[in-house]
T-cell receptor, first 109, second 115 residues
């Protein structure tokens, strides 16, 4: 299972773009990169998933360089409600997700 | 169907008692997962069902824990002889067999407090 490393915490302000980078040097050929968001006292929510290059949906963009050893979750024009923990996961098997401690993102007014 | 539901949302029990939690997954999802989350940590995988078959169990799932999914729909997680260390949020998630196993949909969780 590929180990992931992401910052423990980040701060930003409303209206800014926030980029959270995750390192996964041991990513395997079949692994996908998946990001989840979690608010206090709620279950995690799937945000986005990608394999290579760039993926965009209505919530975020995911940038993956050619070597796939890292990825960047980009949140455009954040608001206070984006304050949450963001988890980067790498893998493809159906036998349960491995979450780390995630990145605590705090958005200030 | 609006998502994964879990009951109860909160449970307070005394040490040594048995507790049972229920999870109702998204109806067309045949994969169901249980996780446990303690304060400040990410969720930890406990067990995984595909339909009614329990295919994977974590080492965290001691013999006091048992999970079932008898008809391949809802699932129950029972903890026998609860201990204070069992206090945590218990999360259930489901995913579709046709989709990515990493695209899971989580319920709101059951918060267990063992006194």
């Amino acid at each position: 299972l590929a180990k992931t490393t992401q910052p423990i915490s980040m701060d930003s302000y409303e209206g800014q773009e926030v980029n959270i980078t995750c390192s996964h040097n041991n990513i395997a050929t079949n692994d996908y990169i998946t990001w989840y968001q979690q608010f206090p006292s709620q279950g995690p929510r799937f945000i986005i998933q990608g394999y290579k290059t760039k993926v965009t949906n209505e919530v975020a963009s995911l940038f993956i360089p050619a070597d796939r050893k890292s990825s960047t979750l980009s949140l455009p024009r954040v608001s206070l409600s984006d304050t949450a923990v963001y988890y980067c996961l790498v893998g493809e098997r159906a036998d349960g997700l491995t979450f780390g401690k995630g990145t605590h993102l705090i958005i200030q007014p | 169907d609006t998502g994964v539901s879990q009951n109860p949302r909160h449970k307070i029990t005394k040490r040594g008692q048995n507790v049972t939690f229920r999870c109702d997954p998204i109806s067309e999802h045949n994969r169901l997962y249980w996780y446990r989350q303690t304060l400040g940590q990410g969720p930890e995988f406990l067990t995984y069902f595909q339909n009614e078959a329990q295919l994977e169990k974590s080492r965290l799932l001691s013999d006091r824990f048992s999970a079932e999914r008898p008809k391949g729909s809802f699932s129950t997680l029972e903890i026998q002889r609860t201990e204070q260390g069992d206090s945590a949020m218990y999360l259930c998630a489901s995913s579709a067999e046709t989709g990515s196993p990493y695209e899971q949909y989580f319920g709101p969780g059951t918060r267990l407090t063992v006194t």
